[in-house]
């Protein structure tokens, strides 16, 4: 992944706007339609991670459905984004098992039964149809914008040029920048360069987006337009994991919010639920710290009226 740092995760070396609905009811109705009978798309069972001595992660235990958004709340340190890196394998995890789209990620079971871990073929093949956008975009200086989006399509999905360059524009136009498909990287906001990685790898045609805080590197004024491309994927059923520390779009886009602290799922459930009646006293502090530090969030509309 050194190379890029959004995209399909199926390479070891390298995934009209609908109104948004506001959280709860509405969208939780909306993806369980989409749904139709459960079928799970991300499955972590008593999954650990340790670093040394220090336990980061302890028996996780977490079933995403197809089409469900997933939001990961916490306090920094919580294991938010050590969760989200093991369930695309870019943390080894120690501990249970991580299944996509049913098969077991990162380790085989060899003939006595031993957990050993897979080659990496066998690695990209499980997660062929994940993406992953991360905090720092790190799009390739030397490449325009196009030339960003083709670049797995031509190396890893191995497609003609001139059907590349096709799908590079129209995943451009789905994320509102055709315009700056000639332009260098350099040369775009940070929202605008965040949008590119994003459509860098919804280019791979993932079925599983995880997003880790995707906006903690922007300034407030550019948060508004990658949100607005998530929440659009969102309406239109991508299966997303989303570490965030944006408790509107939680609140209006997810369907779950879960959170972590310490390395525990604390609690879990339907965001106005979490949000307006938590049941543990640490995410009471954390909601409560939280408005605190952003009186705003009191007035945000997702937690105070249904239309947004």
């Known amino acids: 992944m050194a190379r890029a740092q959004s995209q399909s995760l199926s390479h070891p070396g390298c995934a009209a706007t609908t109104r948004p609905q506001a959280a709860g009811v509405s969208r939780m109705n909306h993806s369980a339609a989409k749904r139709g009978g459960g079928d799970v798309m991300l499955e972590a069972r008593g999954m650990s991670k340790r670093f040394g001595e220090h336990t980061v992660l302890q028996d996780i235990n977490l079933s995403i459905q197809r089409s469900e958004v997933v939001c990961l709340i916490g306090p920094s340190g919580s294991g938010k984004s050590t969760l989200l890196r093991s369930l695309a394998f870019l ?15 990162g380790y085989d079971r060899a003939s006595d039964g031993r957990r050993v871990r897979s080659r990496p073929s066998r690695l990209s093949d499980v997660r062929r149809n994940m993406g992953m956008v991360f905090q720092q975009f790190n799009l390739w200086p030397h490449l325009s914008v196009l030339e960003n989006v083709m670049e797995a399509l031509l190396r890893v999905r191995g497609m003609k040029k001139d059907a590349a360059r096709r799908l590079a524009l129209a995943t451009l136009e789905k994320v509102g920048l055709a315009e700056k498909a000639d332009a260098w990287p350099n040369r775009l906001s940070g929202g605008q360069q965040q949008r590119v990685a994003i459509a860098r790898s919804l280019a791979m045609s993932p079925a599983i987006m995880l997003f880790d805080e995707p906006t903690s590197a922007l300034d407030p004024e550019l948060v508004g337009e990658v949100l607005q491309v998530m929440r659009q994927l969102a309406e239109e059923g991508m299966t997303m994991v989303v570490v965030t520390h944006e408790m509107g779009f939680a609140a209006r886009v997810a369907d779950r919010v879960l959170f972590l602290d310490q390395g525990h799922i604390v609690e879990q459930g339907p965001p106005m639920t979490l949000f307006k009646n938590p049941q543990s006293p640490r995410l009471a502090q954390f909601l409560g710290n939280y408005l605190e530090r952003n009186s705003l969030f009191e007035a945000a509309p997702a937690l105070n009226r249904v239309d947004d």
């Open 91 to 105: 943390e080894n995890y120690d501990d249970g098992e991580v299944f996509v789209e049913g098969e077991l990620l």
